[in-house]
Nanobody
Framework: VQLQASGGGLVQAGDSLRLSCAAS????????MGWFRQAPGKERDFVAT????????YYADSVKGRFTISRDNSKNMVYLQMNSLKPEDTAVYYC???????????????WGQGTLVTVSS
């Protein structure tokens, strides 16, 4: 599966932003989808993941209550709605696909190219 993330940009603290990830191929619904982020000089961190049918979601503690992951299998899309953004949310955000539910980046075999989110204070 090929992934393409979009929707990043420059926003102010407290604003909202929605990231989108478009997947190619007819097997999208077979994959668990996740979002990760990587700030400058830091490791890539787990943000959120959603199960194949979208019935369960999991979040990093740092974004719980502010971010929402969702998917539309009919459109081969996964989204990350980000509310109440903070400067520490600044990072390149990546969507990724895995065969099982996990927060470990190494378990995701497919990655999008990343989209930059910058939150100014």
């Amino acid at each position: 599966v090929q992934l393409q993330a979009s929707g990043g940009g420059l926003v102010q603290a407290g604003d909202s932003l929605r990231l989108s990830c478009a997947a190619s191929g007819r097997t999208f619904s077979r994959y668990v989808m996740g979002w990760f982020r990587q700030a400058p000089g830091k490791e890539r961190d787990f943000v959120a993941t959603i199960t194949r049918a979208g019935g369960r979601t999991y979040y990093a503690d740092s974004v719980k209550g502010r971010f929402t992951i969702s998917r539309d299998n009919s459109k081969n899309m996964v989204y990350l709605q980000m509310n109440s953004l903070k400067p520490e949310d600044t990072a390149v955000y990546y969507c990724a696909a895995a065969l099982s539910v996990t927060t470990w980046a190494v378990s995701y075999g497919y990655w999008g190219q990343g989209t930059l989110v910058t939150v100014s204070s």
